[in-house]
């Protein structure tokens, strides 16, 4: 059983920071791709920013490129979101994903894990 569970959201000023951390259960993480999505009230899920397993390359949605950087500490089974720069517009529960892939999916239908989300509110 793939178990992620996402910590590290709350309440933040716009133009403050945050980091979100995704830790994952089991030995398998060095071999998925992990991705980071968010949902906010009314809106589909969308795709934020996702690190390959391979090597470690990123991609970023372009709202957040420059702002936010994606990381993975596969000794740890922890991937990260470093988030500078927030805006309102970033307010939203925050999901971590991850699948058996090669390569990264920037779609949900591409992740097969998932954990329970994490609310990040940024006040104006």
């Known amino acids: 059983q793939v178990q992620l569970v996402e910590s590290g959201g709350g309440l933040v000023q716009a133009g403050g920071s945050l980091r979100l951390s995704c830790t994952a259960s089991g030995r398998w993480f060095s071999n998925y791709a992990m991705g980071w999505f968010r949902q906010a009230p009314g809106k589909e899920r969308e795709f934020v920013a996702a690190?390959?397993?391979?090597?470690?390359?990123?991609a970023y949605q372009d709202s957040v490129k420059g702002r936010f950087t994606i990381s993975r500490d596969n000794a740890k089974n922890t991937v990260y979101l470093q988030m500078n720069s927030l805006k309102p517009e970033d307010t939203a529960v925050y999901y971590c994903?991850?699948?058996?892939?090669?390569?990264?999916?920037?779609?949900?239908?591409?992740?097969?894990?998932w954990g329970q989300g994490t609310q990040v509110t940024v006040s104006s």
């Open positions: 690190i390959t397993r391979n090597d470690g390359s990123t």
């Open positions: 994903a991850a699948d058996p892939r090669s390569g990264y999916s920037d779609y949900p239908e591409g992740y097969h894990y």
